[in-house]
């Protein structure tokens, strides 16, 4: 391949990334963003933007822990911002497939059906450890939505055996009970709970309740969580608004603080994801310095 053509492979995501950064800064509500940003103190903003950034890294270290695929804890927490800046810009979190690709492409020794499952082993760890917080929810509901506990215990169980079933049927077709050791997975789980305090800490920053904070970590993490929009826009606000009421504060409060979360919480992963496609650009095979087949840094 000529030089040209590599420079320009090298920038192009890049690039685009760019664009698609500046379409997406032209549809926020910047002035809303910084009306919450003047009624914010500054501790509430550091610990805004450090328990965001702390969150994607811990995602990060838990990939590596569960399956490190030959590469380095750096490229692991690249691949982190990478997957969510994509998700950002992107319709129906497209960015999901920027890691299997990216690391198809450094260790092509990879299996695809290795990666996949891996991926849904690191999502199914993630969920389980919501669920001490839906528990502490729960047990928080103001006494107008008592009646929905046992609603949300019955979800909580489904949830669980769901979550086992696909669990074991992954692991099943993609030959990964050989690969999965306990204490990778223990420590997986403890990594989970510490990213989900974190997510709990963002909405801690900006909404003076712990309680509601608490009801909001888990209605807002479901609502974004559903593909749409880039970013959740839209979904992620109004269940932040809906949910908010719960604590009688006023609509135009919460929907301030809700921008301000979300928007900080974008900016933090687009500066970091943005830097890392200008680094790597498009991803040429690398030879590894220490070949291994699939999984063999699990054992």
């Known amino acids: 391949m000529k030089s040209v053509d590599r420079r320009v492979l090298r920038v192009l995501p890049g690039v685009v990334s760019v664009l698609l950064l500046g379409w997406l800064c032209w549809s926020m509500d910047l002035k809303g963003l910084w009306q919450g940003i003047q009624t914010q103190s500054l501790s509430a903003l550091l610990l805004l933007v450090s328990s965001a950034l702390l969150a994607s890294l811990l995602q990060g270290v838990r990939f590596w822990v569960l399956y490190r695929g030959g590469l380095s804890l750096v490229k692991h927490l690249g691949l982190v911002f990478a997957v969510q800046a994509g998700n950002i810009l992107l319709p129906v979190r497209s960015g999901e497939l920027i890691r299997p690709f990216y690391m198809k492409r450094w260790n092509p020794q990879i299996s695809l059906r290795a990666l996949i499952g891996w991926s849904v082993v690191d999502k199914a760890v993630e969920l389980v450890a919501l669920l001490p917080f839906v528990i502490g929810a729960c047990a928080l509901l103001p ?38 050791r306990l204490d990778r997975v223990l420590w997986a789980l403890g990594l989970s709970l510490v990213y989900w305090l974190m997510n709990y800490l963002i909405f801690v920053s900006v909404v003076p309740s712990a309680r509601l904070s608490l009801l909001l970590l888990l209605g807002v993490s479901v609502a974004a969580g559903i593909p749409g929009l880039p970013a959740g826009m839209g979904s992620y606000e109004a269940a932040f608004v809906w949910i908010g009421q719960i604590g009688q504060l006023p609509k135009e409060q919460l929907l301030i603080a809700a921008l301000l979360s979300h928007m900080m919480q974008i900016a933090v992963s687009l500066i970091c994801g943005v830097l890392v496609f200008f680094r790597w650009g498009w991803p040429s095979t690398e030879p590894l310095a220490q070949p291994q087949p699939s999984g063999a840094d699990n054992r």
Do not use: D, K, P
């Not at 949300?152 to 009970?177: E, K």
């Open 143 to 180: 006494a107008q939505l008592a009646s929905l506990q046992r609603w949300a215990w019955l979800i909580g169980a489904v949830v669980v055996v769901a979550l086992l079933t696909v669990g074991i049927v992954t692991m099943r077709r993609s030959q990964l009970r050989a690969e999965v």
